[in-house]
């Protein structure tokens, strides 16, 4: 798969036209949990954070709050905020350059230059005129996002990878040119949300409407919410849709079995408990992303769920409602962020590092761009002893589990008809998870590449 973050494969077998099976597999193996292995506590929003370029804050602020519980460490209020704004633009970020670079490709014709060549020309309803029109928002979005790369750099230090989010609250403080050039850098992402990324949007919703239900997942909806207040709120609710009910999260359902990926068997394990030893001579392996389950379910996480659980109006369950619940979601967040500015307070404290033991054990869980984000950590005398971390692309694209399950990006695909050689239908309907492989698996053998083969 390309215009997706990092090595996807998909291998799907046809009969007629109609896709009759699925596999998805995640060729990269990583190892990032042996890596944080005897390491300082206190560092593990850094290291983490180098999982991923993407969704790297959403790192920083799981592993904030999963050393935060361990080592009973408080974060005051204007930290709260300032690290809400450090993630909120970089979710802004996220979800444009998404939009534009790698899921608009598969709707618009470009010019005859790099990088829209090769073309894919099958299956494309826009007029020429619009489709000069989104190849110059495809380069305005690569601008846009810079700038709300720049609101991230304001309180984060830098982009990606920033220095302002650690384990006690924020490290920078607050003063009227920071609240300014934050507002000033998120103003100018409205207007372009407003002007060009809904209208665009509303575009290939009205010329591709099978879509908005074609690629549906498995039904299952998950949330552990996110954006905390200091009144103790969440911007986004928590909660499950689990079988068409709905029922409040609890933490101690989630679990990972490892039956179809390349690690030393096991059978489902609470994050808390398993390991991660990679063994390639699994049997049964297909891919290095574990399986991960809820109440032994695989759970669709992202925009479409987490809109799903705060019973937000969705217009559909498939590609193109997940693409709009993400399109309307970066407006809400964008509109959310100014108004946060408005709570921070001028030379409060934003860091408290008072912790009140050195040894324990945190949990922390977040919302992440694409879904649900949860570290799990176990400290002895500050050091690291135990970590494990299931990322949302994790619950969306893991392997199948010892009942033979398959993951929700794997069922989306089942009985649909592919028309084009390059697969197009099914490329739109993955993309719209906005999958990562790079944070699934969080050392490539560059030596040894092959085809995999997977018995049906
Ligand atoms: Ni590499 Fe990530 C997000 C995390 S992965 S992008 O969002 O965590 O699924
Ligand atoms: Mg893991």
């Known amino acids: 798969m390309t215009r997706i973050h990092n090595p996807m494969l998909l291998e799907a077998w046809l009969e007629n036209g109609e896709i009759k099976e699925a596999f998805i597999s995640d ?3 990583r190892g990032f949990e042996q890596i944080l292995i005897g390491r300082s506590a206190m560092d593990m929003p850094y290291y983490t954070q180098r999982i991923c370029g993407i969704c790297s804050s959403a790192h920083a602020i799981t592993a904030s709050l999963a050393v935060e519980q361990a080592l ?4 005051p209020p204007n930290g ?3 690290r809400n704004l450090i993630l909120a633009s970089d979710f802004i970020q996220n979800h444009i350059r998404h939009l534009y ?4 490709p598969d709707y618009f014709r470009g010019p005859d230059v790099a990088p829209f060549i090769p073309h894919s020309e099958s299956d494309l309803r826009l ?4 489709n000069t029109t989104m190849t110059e928002h495809y380069f305005k979005a690569i601008d846009v996002s810079r700038v709300a790369h720049a609101a991230f750099a304001v309180f984060g230090g830098k982009a990606p990878h920033g220095h302002g989010i650690v384990p006690g609250g924020a490290s920078m403080e607050v003063d009227a040119d920071r609240v300014n050039r934050y507002r000033g850098y998120l103003m100018e992402v409205l207007s372009f949300i407003d002007d060009v990324l809904l209208p665009d949007v509303t575009l290939i919703k009205e010329r591709y409407p ?3 239900n074609l690629g549906k997942g498995s039904g299952n909806y998950m949330s552990v919410g996110g954006f905390p207040s200091p ?3 969440t911007f986004f609710p928590q909660g499950v849709i689990l079988q068409g009910k709905r029922e409040s999260y609890d933490e101690k359902q989630v679990t990972e079995d490892v039956t179809s990926a390349w690690y030393k068997l096991h059978g489902p394990l609470h994050p808390m408990e398993e390991d991660t030893i990679p063994d390639r001579s699994q049997p049964k392996g297909y891919t290095w992303v574990k399986s991960p389950r809820y109440r032994g379910q695989p759970m669709e996480v992202g ?7 705060a019973k937000e109006e969705v217009i559909g369950q498939g590609t193109l409602a997940r693409i709009w619940a993400r399109a309307l979601e970066t407006r809400k967040i964008t509109e959310t962020a100014l108004k946060w500015l408005n709570r921070l307070e001028p030379g409060a404290e934003t860091f408290n590092g008072k912790t009140g033991r050195s040894s324990g054990i945190g949990i922390g869980q977040h919302e992440a761009m694409r879904g649900t984000l949860g570290h799990w950590i176990s400290v002895k005398n500050g050091r690291v002893d135990h970590y494990q971390v299931v990322t949302p692309s994790a619950h969306n694209f893991g392997s199948r589990d010892e009942a033979g399950t398959r993951s929700v990006g794997e069922t989306s695909l089942l009985g649909l008809n592919v028309k084009s050689e390059d697969l197009k239908e099914a490329g739109r309907i993955i993309r719209s998870f906005d999958p990562c492989f790079s944070c699934s698996v969080h050392i490539i053998d560059g030596e040894n590449l092959h085809a995999l083969k997977i018995p049906v």
Do not use: F, N, Q
């Open 27 to 29: 060729t990269l193996y």
């Open 72 to 75: 009973e460490m408080h974060v």
């Open 80 to 82: 709260l905020i300032v």
């Open 101 to 104: 670079l790698y899921v608009l």
């Open 127 to 130: 007029s020429s005129k619009e």
């Open 210 to 212: 099978e879509y908005v």
């Open 231 to 233: 009144e103790g709120s």
């Open 303 to 309: 925009p479409l769920a987490r809109a799903i659980i």
